[in-house]
């Protein structure tokens, strides 16, 4: 536990930087809003859009029970602020004209309706983590970037497909109070407190599982002991350290993507 905590204390002078805070839900909508439309930007850039697939949510600031969400059928490298769609659970849209993906709003619901915590939810089928979740396993911990998921990870066999809301309700009830889900066969799953975390952290296992991938390739894997990779999992995988590092990724994208606001 003291390590743990002096890992967090570090961490938290990695940067003076902090979330804002706002006076009204206004502000707080079109900050989440911009903040989406950045994290699809960045998802695009980073190979992780394909086709009509692949779906961000994040709560309305001043109603919680309604959503935002990308938009099916427009490339994550091209969606703009003004093409969000807002929605209430049973998928009606009720903002924006673009219409949404039913599956996939289906679990992401699902999952801002069981745990009413979560702000925003990530799901994309990024290469290593489609590869990664045919295999059914946990990611293990290989590296310090891998520790920082210890934990955190649930991996869910069923169901593989949710085409009604019993199915969802299922799949949520299996994601259960973690961060992180690898469905298997299908991909990566990934939550937060605000959408920078959760995007952050979705980034990070991708990369984890892209990490694992080499190593097995080539030789056998020495795991981390539990204690060290727990403590890093309690550090430098807190909320606030997600949304630390996401920050980075932010400052690069709003000057190469200036459109994304409109």
């Known amino acids: ?39 699809c930007r960045i998802f695009g850039r980073f190979g992780f859009s394909e086709g009509l697939l692949g779906h961000i949510t ?4 001043e109603d919680p029970d309604l959503l935002w969400v990308n938009p099916v059928g427009v490339s994550f490298r091209q969606i703009k602020v ?5 929605v209430n659970h049973h998928g009606d849209v009720l903002v924006g004209k673009r219409p949404v993906n039913p ?22 089928h990024s290469l290593y983590g489609k590869a990664w979740s045919s295999l059914g396993r946990l990611l293990d911990p290989i590296t310090q970037d891998a520790c920082v998921l210890f934990g955190h990870q649930v991996l869910i066999r069923e169901p593989r497909v949710s085409l009604n809301r019993d199915d969802a309700k299922r799949f949520a009830t299996a994601f259960g109070p973690h961060r992180l889900a690898i469905q298997v066969g299908h991909g990566l799953f990934s939550t937060g407190l605000t959408v920078d975390e959760a995007a952050w952290w979705f980034i990070c296992m991708e ?13 056998e894997l020495e795991k981390w002991p539990e204690p060290p990779a727990r403590a890093l999992a309690n550090s430098l995988g807190s909320p606030e350290f997600g ?9 690069e994208i709003i000057v190469s993507d200036v459109d994304l606001f409109d």
């Open 207 to 219: 990369r984890a599982c892209q990490v694992q991938f080499l190593a097995e390739s080539v030789g």
């Open 243 to 251: 949304w630390l590092s996401f920050q980075t990724l932010w400052d």
């Open 82 to 86: 003004s093409d969000l769609i807002q």
């Open 58 to 61: 994040v709560r309305d600031p």
């Open 103 to 124: 599956v996939g709003l289906l679990l992401h619901s699902a999952i801002h309706e069981a745990r009413p915590e979560i702000v925003a939810v990530c799901h994309a």
């Open 1 to 39: 536990m003291a390590e743990s905590t002096k890992l967090s204390d570090a961490a938290s002078k990695f940067s003076t930087r902090k979330a804002p805070v706002f006076s009204t839900a206004a502000e707080e909508r079109r900050h989440r809003l911009e903040r989406l439309t950045g994290v």
